[in-house]
């Protein structure tokens, strides 16, 4: 009952109220990307969504506009040389990702769920497959965002997005959503243009 609708939603009315709550900081954050950097606000990259159907993820734009397209942060030779000065700030608080936001509006993504991977990630969409981890929604945050983040090597994160998916319910989603206000307030698993960088024992 809760995937069959229920998840849907809290999830739409979840998404409605809180972009109507963070408008003014939409607003504030616009304003500033607009005043340090030359280029549009918004960045919009294709990714992969449920049953492997690309959709246009949105996020605040921490990138100059010359960034290699369609490549991961992890993968660029250096990354730091692209992002812009609000945009460090923005990616350490995950403050990046409110646009998401509107994504979860539409229904293209639920706010828990697996991290949408880019359309060419074929290793993790492989692995993610494994574990019909691409049979779901994917989500703002999820169980493998707080067990790691960047940290998580490619296998890790698809066994526990695997794990999500085969345990959906209303008190784990709960369990993830409060397990993300505190990675967020530690900016826990943040490594910067790296991925797999660490070995974490995952929650229990």
């Avoid at 009315?13 to 972009?19: P, Q």
């Avoid at 408008?23 to 954050?29: D, Q, T």
């Avoid at 608080?93 to 697996?114: H, R, Y």
Wanted: net charge positive; charged share 25%.
């Amino acid at each position: 009952m809760y995937q069959n609708g229920l998840k849907r939603g809290i999830d739409f009315m979840l998404s409605l109220i809180g972009l109507i709550v963070l408008s003014p900081l939409f607003i504030v954050i616009a304003l500033i990307i607009k005043g340090t950097s030359s280029g549009p606000v918004f960045f919009k990259q294709k990714r992969v969504g449920k049953n492997k159907e690309y959709f246009n993820i949105l996020k605040f734009r921490t990138m100059r506009t010359d960034t290699p397209k369609d490549c991961p942060t992890h993968l660029l030779s250096n990354p730091d040389q692209y992002i812009t000065s609000i945009g460090r700030f923005l990616r350490k608080t995950s403050l990046d990702e409110l646009p998401q936001i509107i994504n979860i509006l539409k229904g293209d993504m639920a706010v828990i769920g697996p991290r949408p991977a880019l359309w060419n990630q074929y290793d993790l969409i492989e692995e993610r497959d494994k574990y019909k981890a691409n049979d779901i929604k994917p989500g703002l945050t999820g169980w493998a965002q707080i067990n790691g983040r960047d940290e998580l090597e490619i296998d890790v994160k698809a066994q526990l997005d695997g794990y999500y998916a085969e345990h959906i319910s209303f008190l784990f989603d709960c369990k993830c959503f409060l397990g993300t206000i505190t990675s967020v307030l530690k900016s826990d698993g943040v490594v910067e243009g790296g991925t797999g960088e660490i070995k974490k024992e995952v929650q229990q």
